[in-house]
T-cell receptor, first 110, second 116 residues
Framework: DAKTTQPNSMESNEEEPVHLPCNHSTISGTDYIHWYRQLPSQGPEYVIHGLTSNVNNRMASLAIAEDRKSSTLILHRATLRDAAVYYCILTTSGTYKYIFGTGTRLKVLA | DTGVSQDPRHKITKRGQNVTFRCDPISEHNRLYWYRQTLGQGPEFLTYFQNEAQLEKSRLLSDRFSAERPKGSFSTLEIQRTEQGDSAMYLC??????????????FGAGSRLTVL
């Protein structure tokens, strides 16, 4: 059911930027791109979302390709507390049923 | 506002027993969701409510599963005649969004079920 493809795992060094990719080649014009992350032993938490334009908030930036078939979550300076599973999901205007894939497990090295 | 609360956090039961989980959403949120998560997998959608109405159910929600949100506030998820395959983390989330596409979910910490 998941309409997104993400690498299973990535590693980053502490205090360096991290770019987490997501492919969504079947995205429709009304689909939003959302990112959530799940820290160990916690429920997922919202990170950021966007439709067409790049978005910034205090946690991260979201870069959306011009054709919207891919996007990248950018953590500007990774910290050890950013180690988590990051999920990229598409949300559609017609339903509140949000489908999560298996996400990308980010490991941050001290 | 204390966020989304789930109770109990951990439940160990024997196969064949019934279990019930409770979720208290953020008070002004009108939508409430249940997900199930097994080890190494992402959350799987089970069902969602708008106020007290259950609007969508996954085929994962077999006849042994029932969810209610009687007054549009808290919700319960009951599993009857539990099986070992029901062992998982049960996550509740709530939201207040008028546009499904831009809707942001707030999750609770989950209720972990172990069926022996």
């Amino acid at each position: 059911d998941a309409k997104t493809t993400q690498p299973n795992s990535m590693e980053s060094n502490e205090e360096e930027p991290v770019h987490l990719p997501c492919n969504h080649s079947t995205i429709s014009g009304t689909d939003y791109i959302h990112w959530y992350r799940q820290l160990p032993s916690q429920g997922p938490e919202y990170v950021i979302h966007g439709l067409t334009s790049n978005v910034n908030n205090r946690m991260a930036s979201l870069a959306i390709a011009e054709d919207r078939k891919s996007s990248t979550l950018i953590l500007h300076r990774a910290t050890l507390r950013d180690a988590a599973v990051y999920y990229c999901i598409l949300t559609t205007s017609g339903t509140y049923k949000y489908i999560f894939g298996t996400g990308t497990r980010l490991k941050v090295l001290a | 506002d204390t966020g989304v609360s789930q109770d109990p956090r951990h439940k160990i039961t024997k196969r064949g027993q019934n279990v019930t989980f409770r979720c208290d959403p953020i008070s002004e949120h009108n939508r409430l969701y249940w997900y199930r998560q097994t080890l190494g997998q992402g959350p799987e959608f089970l069902t969602y409510f708008q106020n007290e109405a259950q609007l969508e159910k996954s085929r994962l929600l077999s006849d042994r599963f029932s969810a209610e949100r009687p007054k549009g506030s808290f919700s319960t998820l009951e599993i009857q005649r539990t099986e070992q395959g029901d062992s998982a983390m049960y996550l509740c989330a709530s939201s207040l969004g008028r546009n499904p596409g831009a809707n942001v979910l707030t999750f609770g910490a989950g209720s972990r079920l172990t069926v022996l």
